[in-house]
Nanobody, 115 residues
Framework: QVQVEESGGGLVQPGGSLRLSCAAS????????MGWYRQAPGKQRELVST???????NYADSVKGRFTISRDNAKKMVYLQMNNLKPEDTAVYYC?????????WGQGTQVTVSS
């Protein structure tokens, strides 16, 4: 019923920037919050940032000050501006849509930070 699609990942050098986008479509009537998670090989999936439909944000300590989450409620989209990227940011980034009835995930987009 619901499709969640991330885009904007890629290869970037340390110190560079990327902007991730996530679009939700389908029979979505309300969204409580949206967010970004990431998972590196051999590691658990971890929270990167979340934002409520009212605009309240939360960031992992490792990205605070470097990443900025934003959303467009009307378009049902969420974005993640990533600045000053570090090699440890390398991971698959997943979009998370929190609805009253369920949680939906995207397939993920690869972010690789390397020289």
């Amino acid at each position: 019923q619901v499709q969640v699609e991330e885009s904007g990942g890629g290869l970037v050098q340390p110190g560079g920037s990327l902007r991730l986008s996530c679009a939700a479509s389908g029979s979505i009537f309300s969204i409580i919050a949206m967010g970004w998670y990431r998972q590196a090989p051999g590691k658990q999936r971890e929270l990167v940032s979340t934002i409520t439909n009212g605009g309240s944000t939360n960031y992992a300590d490792s990205v605070k000050g470097r990443f900025t989450i934003s959303r467009d409620n009307a378009k049902k989209m969420v974005y993640l501006q990533m600045n000053n990227l570090k090699p440890e940011d390398t991971a698959v980034y997943y979009c998370k849509i929190i609805r009253p009835s369920r949680i939906d995930w995207g397939q993920g987009t690869q972010v690789t930070v390397s020289s």
